[in-house]
């Protein structure tokens, strides 16, 4: 497709169930990038992955969230036993590395994850 | 660690007023500093960068200057129109072998009024 794609666009679920976020970034985009963001708030880094390598998981809160991209480009955020503070929306984003398109980072419209 | 801090809002304006949007950055390296855009039920836009000390970044009549001195990144606009209506994010990154994370700012709601 033309931009990242993410689905769904709403999930709504009960407390303690696991869900799975998915994520199409740009065809041929190297980097792939998951980010949370609160309500009124800015979105905050959870994970990284340069092709099928995911080389910073520093920002998943906790073992619940896991994060995959087993094939170099679809990518999928799982949180397993979901608790409410899970609840926000969940950005994915592409980048093409190379030095002309460095640092451009590419968004999709997100998956908002309430949590009941 | 690296953070943004962003003028608190939300901001009202009359459309053609003149629009700052105030935004600050703490880091430990050298940052590249990013203006993103969030249109009502959009995903996030590139509005403008800038990768160095004294670049200023434009796109669609708004423009921020990197001050290093200041560690500054402000956004302005000279008129503002109905269709900025959004919500404006001041960002950076810390280039960290490729692993180009934003940092982002809590963002700041613009409202213009005709």
């Known amino acids: 497709g033309a931009g990242v794609s993410q689905s769904p666009r709403y999930k709504v679920a009960k407390r303690g169930q696991d869900v799975a976020l998915r994520c199409d970034p740009i065809s041929g985009h190297v980097s792939l990038f998951w980010y949370q963001q609160a309500l009124g708030q800015g979105p905050e880094f959870l994970t990284y992955?340069?092709?099928?390598?995911?080389?910073?998981k520093s920002g998943l809160p906790s073992d619940r969230f896991f994060a995959e991209r087993p094939e170099g480009s679809v990518s999928t955020l799982k949180i397993q036993r979901t608790q409410q503070e899970d609840s926000a929306v969940y950005l994915c984003?592409?980048?093409?590395?190379?030095?002309?398109?460095?640092?451009?980072?590419?968004f999709g419209a997100g998956t908002r994850l309430s949590v009941l | 660690g690296d953070s943004v801090t962003q003028m608190e809002g939300p901001v009202t304006l009359s459309e053609e007023a003149f629009l700052t949007i105030n935004c600050t950055y703490t880091?430990?390296?050298?940052?590249?500093l990013f203006w993103y855009v969030q249109y009502p039920g959009e995903g996030l836009q590139l509005l403008l960068k800038?990768?160095?000390?004294?670049d200023k970044g434009s796109n669609k009549g708004f423009e921020a200057t990197y001050r290093k001195e200041t560690t500054s990144f402000h956004l302005e606009k000279g008129s503002v129109q109905v269709s900025d209506s959004a919500v404006y994010f001041c960002a950076l990154i810390i280039s960290n072998f490729g692993n180009e994370k934003l940092t982002f700012g809590t963002g700041t709601r613009l409202t213009i009024i005709p």
């Open positions: 992955f340069q092709n099928e390598a995911q080389l910073d």
């Open positions: 984003a592409s980048s093409l590395e190379s030095v002309l398109a460095k640092n451009i980072q590419y």
């Open positions: 880091a430990t390296g050298y940052p590249s």
């Open positions: 800038a990768t160095k000390a004294d």
